[in-house]
Nanobody
Framework: EAQLVESGGGLVQTGGSLRLSCAAS????????IGWFRQAPGKEREFVAG????????SYRDSVEGRFTISRGNPKTTAYLQMNSLKPEDTAVYYC?????????????????WGQGTQVTVSS
C-alpha cells in the first residue's frame, strides 16, 4: 500500500524556520515527482513547491520563492521542504503528494498519493 507520512510541523514565530519531511513507502519513489501543498482554513488547497523525480528540477509558488527549498533523498525515499523566514500567511496544513503522470504538476488532481498533512502555525 502506497503511503506518504509528513512530519516536522509545529508552532514558530514570524521569521523562524521549519523543515518538513515526507517519508514514502509502498511505491517506487524514484518514479514520482513530489509536490508540497498547503491548505488554510476556508481556503482551497494550493501548490507550494514541486521537485522532479530526478531531483534536477524544482518549481515554487511566487510567494515562497527564495524562502522555501524543496529537496529529496537522503534517505532515498524522503522528500523535504525547508521553510525559512516564515510569515503568518504561511499558516496552514501542509501536505506532500506524489505524481507519476505529470511533471511538476501544480494542480492537486494531478497527484495520485497524498499524506495526512502536518500543521504549520506561524505566530505574529
Amino acid at each position: 500500500e502506497a503511503q506518504l507520512v509528513e512530519s516536522g510541523g509545529g508552532l514558530v514565530q514570524t521569521g523562524g524556520s521549519l523543515r518538513l519531511s515526507c517519508a514514502a513507502s509502498g511505491f517506487t519513489f524514484d518514479d514520482y515527482d513530489i509536490g508540497w501543498f498547503r491548505q488554510a482554513p476556508g481556503k482551497e488547497r494550493e501548490f507550494v513547491a514541486g521537485i522532479s523525480r530526478s531531483g534536477g528540477r524544482t518549481s515554487y509558488r511566487d510567494s515562497v520563492e527564495g524562502r522555501f527549498t524543496i529537496s529529496r533523498g537522503n534517505p532515498k525515499t524522503t522528500a523535504y521542504l525547508q521553510m525559512n523566514s516564515l510569515k503568518p500567511e504561511d499558516t496552514a496544513v501542509y501536505y506532500c503528494a506524489a505524481t507519476e503522470d505529470f511533471a511538476l504538476a501544480s494542480h492537486p488532481a494531478d497527484y495520485q498519493y497524498w499524506g495526512q498533512g502536518t500543521q504549520v502555525t506561524v505566530s505574529s
